[in-house]
Nanobody
């Protein structure tokens, strides 16, 4: 079992930036592929970005491509999501998720591929 705790959300003006962090408990952080998802009110939870166990493979959704960067620090058990040029439509609760996988190169975009989830951090972008 791993616990994930997100932080870094808040209220920001359109065009601004935020860096979200997610810290994981336990000693097996490097064995997890990681992802960020978000859920706006009344909408389905959607994929934002994913990173492989080593960090060599990184992917992002078209909606945030060019404005976001996912990274991880295995020594700190932490995954980050840098979001730039924020738009009001980026307003959502952002969740990190972990997938224990033997595939060192896997970066996953489907919710069902993730076993562990954090509680989320609210990001609100004002226009």
């Amino acid at each position: 079992q791993v616990q994930l705790v997100e932080s870094g959300g808040g209220l920001v003006q359109a065009g601004g930036s935020l860096r979200l962090s997610c810290v994981a408990s336990g000693r097996t952080f490097s064995t997890y592929a990681l992802g960020w998802f978000r859920q706006a009110p009344g909408k389905e939870r959607e994929y934002v970005a994913a990173i492989s166990r080593s960090g060599a493979i990184r992917r992002s959704a078209d909606s945030v491509k060019g404005r976001s960067a996912i990274s991880r620090d295995n020594a700190k058990n932490t995954v980050y999501l840098q979001m730039n040029s924020l738009k009001p439509e980026d307003t959502a609760v952002y969740y990190c998720a972990a997938n224990p996988t033997p595939d060192i190169s896997g970066a996953y975009s489907l919710k069902d591929e993730y076993r562990y989830w954090g509680q989320g951090t609210q990001v609100t972008v004002s226009s």
